[in-house]
């Protein structure tokens, strides 16, 4: 999928009315998501590549082909109703990325510096009629660690590689990934290297922009004379369209601290 196509994705915005029976295939990224309505449950099956560079992206209901043999998961929910409004949706994680650049940034002294970035997403299951969270699935597996000063003292969080651009042309289109901006402000009389971040992306909301892509809120920071990172702030996206769509809220209030 490339980024001109990227208006096909607005297709998360439509509601499933699955009768018995129905079925649902989603190929977001590298992920395969199926999900089925089968007398008094509901069958949600997956897969996935882990190829965090994969952009495919194919979206289809009613499903009427063959769910291939090799499923790595499945869950299963008793489920009595028999006409079934669900939504579909990406949304971001329940923890904290820490991201990686495939090429090291330097912020030059006095420099300020907006950084393009992605992260990969998870696929949101609900019952529009109770509001109820049914699962939630990556779209990738995803590899935890810590960011910290010290094993005490610190975060557990999810990493992920990532392409980071400085034009947002030349940052690679993922479906499966949401985009962030994140500005940087040097304000040290040393170039600051950025080889790695951690973006809180369980404080952030997640939007759809005029062209069908996913972006959550910007991040701010700045790095003081000795170099240490202070005054994060999180604000919303600015769409040039003046058009977002609000798909999913923070998993959690930014602590005052």
């Not at 009315?17 to 997956?46: C, N, T």
């Not at 994969?54 to 998961?73: I, T």
């Given at each position: 999928m490339k980024r001109h196509e990227a208006d096909e994705l607005k297709v998360f915005q439509t509601d499933l009315k699955m009768e018995d029976g129905q079925s649902f295939h989603?190929?977001?990224?590298?992920?395969?998501?199926?999900?089925?309505?089968?007398?008094?449950?509901i069958r949600v099956?997956?897969?996935?590549?882990?190829?965090?560079?994969?952009?495919?992206?194919?979206?289809?209901?009613?499903?009427?082909g063959m769910q291939p043999s090799n499923l790595l998961k499945e869950r299963r929910f008793a489920y009595s109703g028999?006409?079934?409004?669900?939504?579909?949706?990406?949304?971001?994680?329940?923890?904290?990325?820490?991201?990686?650049?495939?090429?090291?940034?330097?912020?030059?002294?006095g420099e300020k510096a907006k950084i393009y970035l992605s992260t990969p997403m998870n696929i949101r299951?609900?019952?529009?009629?109770?509001?109820?969270?049914?699962?939630?699935?990556?779209?990738l597996h995803r590899v935890k660690t810590w960011f910290g000063e010290s094993p005490t003292k610190g975060q557990l969080c999810y990493f992920t590689r990532i392409h980071a651009a400085l034009i947002e042309e030349n940052l690679p289109f993922r479906p499966h990934r949401a985009?962030?901006?994140?500005?940087?402000?040097?304000?040290?009389?040393?170039?600051?290297?950025?080889?790695?971040?951690?973006i809180p992306v369980n404080h952030l909301t997640l939007y759809q922009?005029?062209?069908?892509?996913?972006?959550?809120?910007?991040?701010?920071?700045?790095?003081?004379?000795?170099?240490?990172?202070?005054?994060?702030?999180?604000?919303?996206?600015?769409?040039?369209?003046?058009?977002?769509?609000?798909?999913?809220?923070p998993h959690q209030k930014l602590p005052k601290s």
């Amino acid at each position: 999928m490339k980024r001109h196509e990227a208006d096909e994705l607005k297709v998360f915005q439509t509601d499933l009315k699955m009768e018995d029976g129905q079925s649902f295939h989603l190929r977001f990224g590298p992920l395969d998501f199926y999900l089925e309505k089968i007398s008094a449950e509901i069958r949600v099956l997956w897969m996935t590549s882990n190829d965090w560079m994969d952009s495919s992206f194919h979206y289809q209901f009613p499903f009427e082909g063959m769910q291939p043999s090799n499923l790595l998961k499945e869950r299963r929910f008793a489920y009595s109703g028999q006409s079934t409004r669900l939504q579909v949706t990406p949304c971001l994680g329940e923890l904290p990325f820490v991201v990686k650049p495939d090429t090291t940034f330097m912020i030059l002294p006095g420099e300020k510096a907006k950084i393009y970035l992605s992260t990969p997403m998870n696929i949101r299951l609900r019952d529009l009629g109770s509001q109820l969270l049914i699962d939630e699935v990556p779209v990738l597996h995803r590899v935890k660690t810590w960011f910290g000063e010290s094993p005490t003292k610190g975060q557990l969080c999810y990493f992920t590689r990532i392409h980071a651009a400085l034009i947002e042309e030349n940052l690679p289109f993922r479906p499966h990934r949401a985009l962030t901006h994140v500005y940087i402000e040097n304000s040290s009389k040393e170039p600051i290297p950025i080889d790695k971040l951690k973006i809180p992306v369980n404080h952030l909301t997640l939007y759809q922009d005029s062209r069908g892509l996913f972006v959550t809120s910007s991040l701010s920071v700045r790095i003081d004379n000795n170099g240490n990172l202070k005054d994060l702030k999180i604000f919303a996206h600015e769409d040039e369209g003046g058009d977002l769509s609000l798909i999913h809220s923070p998993h959690q209030k930014l602590p005052k601290s």
